[in-house]
């Protein structure tokens, strides 16, 4: 895929001096997954037909953790790469609406009225078959279609995306995902499942027992996937493998704080603030609690050898081949 230009963001809508007439897609985008990059890139094609931006609309959070935050589905990606995501299909800009109470009250007619056609300056509009807004998810393909003329924009819907008879979608991945189907993960996204975060501080445990980690927050209650993976890290010079865990850290934390850790085979430099990007190539096992820090240390280790396994690299000497 081509590379394009940076991609404009607004938290909301944009204002009226900054408005330009686009073409539009609309969904919450999780993952930006295969059927999302097919109307992606639907909506730069009809946006350099027409002389018009193409652009975005998501919403954050999910309708669904509005609604249930307890039983909303679990994230695929965090809003960064989300949006990358986008930018990546060509999107010149991106409209993230607060979902919030007034969003969810607002009639179907308004949101076409004051938010797609004078808040986005939307001129054509792209949606998945099973598109539904505005209160009570009264909106539909039809009164898009029966608003168009009078709204001054043009409406396509695109049928849902297959893969081997079965329809592509952020709930596929998920799937994929909790069962640890890296590679099916992978086919559903059109690349590898990654997370995109800023190096952190963290308790330097790993440090102490010979396995420094790099820290990301995990932005979401419930990520799509977790437990322990070996994966390559982006973003710090050369691609760098190494092992990762996605998870609560039950044997030295009870805060109920995810947190996204990998120990870099090799690699000791200090990378604080960094933006790095951690591609997840293969799920070694689920998370555990241990009872000491010993068996903690010792699982590490084991883990590191299957990772490094699974990425085709030399083990490391033995501390007795180091001394010959």
């Known amino acids: 895929m081509p590379a394009f230009a940076s991609i404009q963001v607004f938290r909301g809508l944009p204002p009226a001096a900054k408005r330009a007439p686009c073409a539009l897609a609309i969904g919450n985008f999780d993952g930006v997954h295969c059927g999302h990059r097919a109307l992606l890139l639907r909506v730069v094609r009809a946006a350099q037909e027409r002389g018009l931006v193409p652009a975005a609309m998501t919403f954050e959070p999910h309708p669904r953790e509005f609604f249930a935050p307890d039983a909303a589905p679990a994230r695929v990606a965090n809003l960064r790469d989300k949006i990358e995501g986008l930018r990546a299909c060509g999107i010149e800009r991106a409209f993230v609406l607060h979902f919030n109470r007034r969003l969810c009250d607002l009639a179907a007619e308004a949101f076409i009225d004051q938010i797609l056609v004078k808040g986005c300056a939307m001129r054509w509009l792209i949606v998945g078959d099973d598109f539904r807004f505005g209160a009570r998810r009264r909106?539909?393909?039809?009164?898009?279609?029966?608003?168009?003329?009078?709204?001054?924009?043009?409406?396509?819907?695109?049928?849902?995306?297959?893969?081997?008879?079965?329809?592509?979608?952020?709930?596929?991945?998920?799937?994929?995902?909790a069962a640890g189907d890296m590679a099916r993960a992978a086919r559903l996204l059109g690349h590898a499942y990654h997370i995109s975060g800023r190096v952190l501080h963290g308790a330097k445990l790993g440090r102490q027992i010979g396995y420094p980690t790099l820290n990301l927050r995990v932005a979401h209650r419930r990520p799509a996937a977790h437990g322990i993976f070996a994966v390559r890290v982006h973003g710090i010079g050369a691609v760098r493998p190494g092992v990762a865990s996605v998870g609560l850290r039950p044997t030295v934390d009870r805060s109920g704080r995810w947190l996204l850790e990998v120990h870099l085979f090799d690699f000791a430099d200090e990378v604080y603030g960094r933006l790095v990007r951690v591609e997840f190539l293969q799920k070694l096992r689920d998370e555990e609690k241990f009872d000491s820090i010993e068996e903690l240390t010792a699982a590490i280790r084991s883990d590191s050898q299957r990772a490094r396994e699974v990425l085709a690299l030399p083990q490391p000497a033995r501390p007795e081949q180091r001394k010959r």
Not at 139 to 167: F, K
């Open 139 to 177: 909106g539909d393909i039809a009164m898009l279609r029966e608003h168009a003329q009078a709204g001054g924009y043009e409406v396509e819907q695109l049928a849902a995306v297959q893969q081997d008879e079965v329809r592509v979608s952020s709930s596929a991945v998920r799937a994929a995902l």
